[in-house]
Structures are given as structure tokens and as C-alpha cells.
């Protein structure tokens, strides 16, 4: 059974800059592409970005570009998704996903994240 | 790619067929195609991948089809955990979603 755990839910002020971990028991995400997804309350899916198996290589939804940041830690399995300046707008739950495929970042999403709330309110 | 589903809400009973569509702004490149299903407080769990291939776990009254512009899910006999919100995306160009179908108990 794979685990997937995301860190806690976070309260920011506007400005601010909120760091959300991801991390998969055993090698469950070594070796595949991974995404950041959010969902704003009542909202549909709004994808953020991708990082490839390396970490050496990202890539972001144009909305959100020179505000976040990905990252994945290899040794630990750990991934980390980084938006700064953040604003009310950005108050949304924040999902990890796993990319079907390992040679190629086209894939669907076979493994997700519980989630994080991240909350941005003065 | 914008995708736009319909309808916006789908009132079926259980043991009804169901009939969700996905339309793309433009062609969907190769079958890079799925749809999701999520339930209140839940993370998005994947249905369909390849736009008509089941994902693992998943019953086979879950089917896909569709190319191009033009996509479908179809649940062949409603059971009542099916009712849920139902996602697609497409995976070729860049990664969208469409905006969701909730299907709910008549």
C-alpha cells in the first residue's frame, strides 16, 4: 500500500511565502515525474507544475511562474513546493501527484497526495 | 487546451447509465487523455488513462472513449458510490482540467 504524506495545513499573511512537503513510502516516486495541483475551496483542479525524476529539471504553469518553486529531495523521496508572495487567492488545497510514466513526462496522475490547506489571510 | 465538460450537474439514479462528456479548445495530442473522480474531502483518485484505458482498481463499469476534440466517460450502471465529481485533462499539451461534472442521486 503506497503512503503518501503532506505536510500540515499552513495559515500565512499576505507577502508571506509557504514551503508544503510530499513524501511516499519506499521508492514510490524515485524514477517518475511529479506535479503540484491545487484546489481553490469549491474550486476545480488547477495544475502548477512539474518536476522530473532528477529534480534537475522543472516547469511551471505560466500563472504561477517567478513565484514558485519545486523541488524533490531523492535520498529522502521527499518532494517540495515553494509559493511566495503569497495572496488570498492562493488560499487553496495543494496536492503532490505522481506521473504515470518514468521516460517522459506525458502521463495522467495515478497517485496523489492527501492534500494541504494553505490558507492566506491577514 | 481549454476543456469544457457537460453538463455541470448530472441528477441520476442508481443502476442508471451515465453519460459525461469533455470537450477540447483543440486536438488533444495522441491519447493523452483521463478523467478523475473526486469525493468531498478526498484527493482526486485517476479512472481513465489513454483516454479509454482503465486505471488499476478500477471497475469495469468505468469506460472511456473519444479523440481528437471529443471525450467520454461513461459509468454503465450507477452504483451509489459512484456519485461524486468527475475531472478530465488532457496530458499533450501542457496539463489542463476541465471544470468538473458533479454527478449527484436523483
Redesign the interface.
Known amino acids: 500500500q503506497v503512503q503518501v504524506v503532506q505536510s500540515g495545513a499552513e495559515v500565512k499573511k499576505p507577502g508571506a511565502s509557504v514551503k508544503v512537503s510530499c513524501k511516499a513510502s519506499g521508492n514510490t516516486f524515485n524514477n517518475r515525474y511529479m506535479?503540484w495541483v491545487r484546489q481553490a475551496p469549491g474550486q476545480?483542479?488547477?495544475?502548477m507544475g512539474?518536476i522530473n525524476p532528477s529534480g534537475a529539471v522543472t516547469a511551471y504553469?505560466q500563472k504561477f511562474q517567478g513565484r514558485v518553486t519545486m523541488t524533490r529531495d531523492t535520498s529522502t523521496s521527499t518532494l517540495y513546493m515553494e509559493l511566495s508572495s503569497l495572496r488570498s487567492e492562493d488560499t487553496a488545497v495543494y496536492?503532490c501527484a505522481r506521473g504515470?510514466t518514468s521516460d517522459h513526462p506525458?502521463?495522467?496522475?495515478?497517485i496523489?497526495?492527501?492534500?494541504t490547506m494553505v490558507t492566506v489571510s491577514s | 487546451i481549454v476543456l469544457t465538460q457537460s453538463p455541470g450537474t448530472l441528477s441520476l439514479s442508481p443502476g442508471e447509465r451515465a453519460t459525461l462528456s469533455c470537450r477540447a479548445s483543440q486536438s488533444v495530442s495522441?491519447t493523452?487523455f483521463?478523467w478523475?473522480q473526486q469525493k468531498p474531502g478526498q484527493?482526486?483518485?485517476?479512472l481513465i488513462?489513454?483516454a479509454s484505458s482503465r486505471?488499476?482498481g478500477i471497475p469495469d463499469r468505468f469506460s472511456g472513449s473519444g479523440s481528437g476534440t471529443d471525450f467520454t466517460l461513461t459509468i454503465s450502471r450507477l452504483e451509489p458510490e459512484d456519485f461524486a465529481v468527475y475531472?478530465c485533462?488532457q496530458?499533450?499539451s501542457?496539463?489542463?482540467?476541465?471544470?468538473?461534472t458533479k454527478l449527484e442521486i436523483k
Do not use: C, K, M, V
Open positions: 506535479h476545480g483542479l488547477e495544475w512539474i504553469a496536492y504515470e506525458l502521463g495522467a496522475f495515478d496523489w497526495g492527501h492534500g | 495522441g493523452y483521463a478523475y484527493a482526486p483518485r485517476l488513462y489513454g486505471a488499476t475531472y485533462q496530458y499533450g501542457s496539463y489542463t482540467f476541465g471544470q468538473g
